[in-house]
């Protein structure tokens, strides 16, 4: 199951950009980008500050979804 996000769309209704919300988490905007693009999983410690940011329950922000098999 691949893990989804809404970060780009939260980033962007809190009006921070990559390096912003990277510092705000402890991490570099390069991460943030991965993050956005489901190109890396964040740890459960990054999810829960990224979480933090947004005021916001972790699940709401990442989620699964089931991978169609077509």
Do not use: C, K
């Not at 989804?4 to 570099?28: D, K, P, Y």
């Amino acid at each position: 199951m691949p893990l989804h996000n809404r970060v780009a769309t939260l980033r962007s209704e809190h009006h921070l950009n990559q390096q912003q919300l990277g510092t705000l988490v402890g991490v570099s905007r390069q991460t943030i980008s991965l993050i956005e693009r489901g190109d890396y999983n964040p740890s459960i410690t990054l999810a829960l500050r990224i979480a933090a940011v947004f005021q916001q329950p972790v699940e709401s922000i990442f989620f699964l979804t089931e991978e169609e098999t077509t």
